[in-house]
Structures are given as C-alpha cells and as structure tokens.
C-alpha cells in the first residue's frame, strides 16, 4: 500500500490522505484548507488523482477540515461513494450547505466592493453544488466491515464529536489506521475512543500534542460566573461554535439549573444550525453519555430562536438571561447582533468557551482591547469578558498517550504525526519517543510512503 499526503501535514487544516493498492484508491478525509491565505489557496489547486480511477472516500468526521472539500470534488466530476457514519452524514447535510452559502454570500461581498483580483469571483462551490453532493454519501454502522475493490474497512468510534471515527483499513497483508480527531476520555458529552488494534502503521492526530487540558471542574467555572451576572442584573452571552460545543453548553447550563447551582434564568439558542445540529445529537443518543431523557431535559430547558424576528425580539428582554450564538470566535453570526446592543452594557459577561484565534474578535476582546469593529462601526467593550477552558473535544498529549497505552499496538509500530502545527507535532513526537517504543516521526506534505 502507498499513502501520500495531501493535507493535514503541517497544519490543523486540509485533511487528505491518499491510499492506493495496486487496484484501487481511496482518499481518506476529504477537508478544507482554512485559515491563513496561503492555506486558503490551496483549496483552489487540483489535487494529484484522476477523479475517474478514485473509488470512494472514507470520512472521519463531519468538521470542515475533514469534509468541506467533498462538494468541490463533487463539481470537478467525482461521483464515486463517501463512506462515513450514519450520525456525520447527518451533521455534514447541515455543515456542507452552509459552507456553501457562506462561499456564496463571500463571493458577492467581494465583487461588490471590488476587493478580490477576479472581475467576476466565484465561490469554491455554491449552496446547491454541496446539496447535491450529499447523494454521494453512504453511511455505515461503526465496526461494520465493508470492501472497496481490495481494500476492507471499518470504522471504530473516536470520541470527538458525533459520528466521529478512526478507520482502520487492510489490504495486501497491511493493517493500518487513520486516527481522525480522537476525543478526551472524560469528555462531559462524548464516550472514549475505542482501543486501536495491532496495527502496522498509524496516522495520528496531533492538535494538542503539546498542550494539556486544565484540570477545572467546568459547571463550577459556568456556575460562578453567571450567578455573579445574575447578582448585578446583566445577561450573559455565550459565543459558540455549532456542532459539538453548543450541544454541551446546553447541557451545562440545563444541568446547573436543574441542580440549583444557577438561578433558572431563560436560556436561548441563537442559532438555526446549532438547533438542527442539537436534533440530530438527540436523534443519535446511542452515540453520547446523555441518556434520551437527559437530551429531552436539555432541550426543554433551552428556548430555540430559529427565526430573524425571534432573534431581533430577543432585544426586549430587561432581566438576566443567556444567549448561546455562533460563531465561536464572534467571526459572524447572530452573537454579533447582541454584542452590539450589549457589550457597552457593564452588567453584562461575555463568556468565551472555546480557542480563539489570533485576529479574531474573541482574541481581541480576551485581549482587552476596549472597542471592537462590528458591521462597521466600533463598539465599546465594557462588558465582562471571560473565557472558561476544558470544552475542548481534542484529546491532549498525555490523553493521546494514555489512548495508544491502551490499544493493542505492539513496540515498533510505524506512527505517522499528522493534523497539527508544527510546535504541537513536535510536542508529540518528543512525548512519544521519551515515553514509548513506537517508531514516531512527522509526515511530509506531498510525500509518498510505501507500506
């Protein structure tokens, strides 16, 4: 077998790896570039297959680094299958149209104030192109093993975030595995990963490969702050991504309420995909810690603003109350409406939950700066800006180290780091060859490696 990197080398960003026997090709992950320019711009060069010899895709997960690109192979040509879980074909009919959307809304942005090189720019791919590429998709149970041309597969859970999977792939007498994100072991919403089996060689995720999780008891960290905000009469904004974080603020503030450790204030999701993407959290119960009764207490606690008028009518409320909005970073989205009417208001928090990156509006605030530009106009920040940690999906150095103690890999397994700056890849590397006897070194982007 031969695997050649396509993305995720270098970068937390991109993820594409290509397996080849000599009957078939499979690409591995099928993500978007995102982030800095340079990285960007890959997603507009040609990737090295003939798209009519690519038998199928086997996809990880549903985060856009993993599966934003599958619509662009989609308008090049492809329509061979997307193998996946039942659970991310679900998450990525609601992640791949809007990407598309936003694509298409950046476009049009960008021709009116003339601000890209191209007389008429295009989007990577439109709405309607990412709805269609959704007919290409398969899902599959984990631990189902399934065959393309000479290759057998299956997929085993990973933690992380719904459906997310590590795949294990065999073919000419070769066992190797793609680790996808692997979660935490005592993430608050998702279950461990699964053990690994003996394999030949692994593709391991490196994130936080050297960073550590704080040990803080997190529902302490919420409660404190919102019954400090609640005490002084201000409302409490949380700025979230969809898939995954909003889900387990939900359960957070649902849980504290029920246990009487906050006041029962309102709580309100601000966030159409958010609210689909919490349905398909509770449709998939068998795949979380929370039970169906517990997924049914959550979304009764939480009031779904679906519509532009509920949001706009969320202005009208005088008392404490909390709002969960996308995005993440306060890069766009409704959170951004609140901010302005609320971030000038003392009383109010401004509760981060997740990494903020350099440049973006939440690094800023965390920052201190004193006015942000929103919709262009600068906005007073005299709101209390707080970021709580330990929400992360991604299993750190030591919770990676803990996860290969435990799987069957025998000493001298071959392990491939990828998907990871370059400070966290060599984190990881050192970690594992100070605490392990895996054969450990960093992949090469564009490199080819025979089995």
Known sequence: MRITFLGGTGTVTGSKYLLETNNTKLLIDCGLFQG????????????????????????????????????????????????????????????????????????RYFAKHKLSKHEKPEPLYDRQTAVSSMSLFHPIEFNELKQVGDIHFNLQPAGHILGAASIIVEAEGKRIGFSGDVGRPNDI?????????????????????????????????VAKVVCQTAKRGGAILVPSFAVGRAQVLQHIFATLIAEKRIPDLPIYLDSPMAINVSDIYCQH????????????????????????????????????????????????????HHFKRLLGDPKTTVLFSGYQAGGTRGAKMLDGLESIKIHGSWVPVRACVSMFSGLSGHADYMDLGHWLEQSSLKDGTAIKLVHGNQDALEGLCDHLKQTTHFDVSIAVDQETINI
Do not use: W
């Not at 507009?44 to 192979?73: F, V």
């Not at 089996?197 to 529902?219: A, I, W």
């Not at 119960?285 to 009518?313: F, G, I, N, R, W």
């Not at 409320?317 to 409704?334: D, E, L, N, V």
């Open 36 to 107: 800095y320019k340079v990285l960007r711009e890959r997603n507009r060069q040609t990737l090295p297959i003939e798209l009519d010899q690519l038998d199928a895709i086997i996809l990880t997960h549903a985060h856009l680094d993993h599966s934003g690109y599958i619509p662009a192979l989609y308008q090049q040509g492809f329509r061979g299958p997307v193998y996946t879980h039942h659970a991310t074909k679900a998450l990525c009919s609601i992640l791949l149209e809007d990407s598309g959307q936003i694509q298409e809304s950046d476009a």
């Open 189 to 221: 919403y998702m279950r461990p990963p699964m053990p690994l089996p003996s394999l030949d060689l692994l593709l391991l995720e490196s994130t936080y490969g050297n960073r550590r999780h704080e040990l803080n008891d997190v529902f302490e960290s």
């Open 285 to 336: 119960s068998k795949e979380h810690k929370l039970s169906p009764k517990d997924c049914e207490s959550m979304c009764d606690a939480v009031t779904y603003t679906q519509s532009v008028e509920d949001s706009k009518a969320l202005a009208d409320i005088t008392f404490p109350h909390i709002i969960i909005a996308g995005s993440g970073m306060a890069t766009g989205g409704r959170i951004l």
